[in-house]
């Protein structure tokens, strides 16, 4: 018996993340629960720090927003998310969001590494996540490697092009119909 959704919204930074996350949780009139969220929370109400000061916020922001997910009993959910076969400890854990009585849908943005690189580049965030230090050559390097993970696998996936404007109605007719139907395991489809 399902209990709760989690539609997981999982792609490179600067690959669209947060907009389809947004849109999506308008259109199924779901709470968009973002890691950034909780973080900038914390910015604002801690100050802004040094890179480790930034890391040990970001590691408390994970374990507000991974609770917060817990109690949702559906929930449209982005993050930079700890691939299962990735390397080191960078992005949200993954550990338990896959559990008895939950449907786990996935929405991956495939976004081309040069792509994502550049559009990082070019966004605004709070200066608390310290974009501006970040080496755009280590960056780069950090994407490539990520870009060849693909989706994280914890449910069923629809892989979306995220090198353009992603196709919100797709991806909105793919969730409801993975909903209705009980999201019987399939592979990743891409539209």
């Known amino acids: 018996m399902?209990?709760?959704v989690l539609l997981l919204v999982s792609g490179l930074p600067g690959?669209?993340?947060s907009t389809l996350a947004r849109g999506m949780a308008e259109a199924?009139?779901?709470?968009?629960?973002?890691?950034?969220?909780?973080?900038?929370?914390?910015?604002?109400?801690?100050?802004?720090g040094d890179a480790a000061w930034r890391r040990a916020l970001s590691r408390e922001a994970d374990s507000r927003f991974l609770a917060a997910l817990q109690a949702a009993p559906r929930a449209v959910a982005?993050?930079?998310?700890?691939?299962?076969?990735?390397?080191?400890?960078?992005?949200?854990?993954i550990g338990g969001l896959a559990r008895p009585g939950r449907l786990v849908l996935e929405l991956h943005c495939r976004c081309p590494a040069e792509l994502?690189?550049?559009?990082?580049?070019?966004?605004v965030r709070h200066p608390g996540h310290l974009d501006a230090q970040r080496d755009p050559g280590a960056l780069s390097l950090q994407l490539r490697r990520a870009e060849?993970?693909?989706?994280?696998?914890l449910g069923q996936c629809l892989i979306l092009d995220a090198s353009v404007?992603?196709?919100?109605?797709g991806a909105l007719a793919w969730t409801r119909d993975a909903l209705a139907a009980g999201a019987l395991a399939d592979p990743p489809r891409h539209p």
């Open 2 to 4: 399902i209990e709760s």
């Open 15 to 17: 690959s669209g993340k």
């Open 28 to 48: 199924l009139a779901w709470p968009c629960l973002d890691k950034d969220d909780f973080l900038e929370a914390l910015f604002d109400a801690r100050g802004i």
């Open 78 to 93: 982005c993050s930079w998310w700890r691939h299962p076969r990735g390397e080191g400890g960078s992005g949200t854990p």
């Open 116 to 123: 994502a690189a550049a559009r990082f580049a070019r966004r």
């Open 148 to 153: 060849r993970l693909g989706p994280l696998g």
């Open 165 to 169: 404007q992603t196709d919100l109605s």
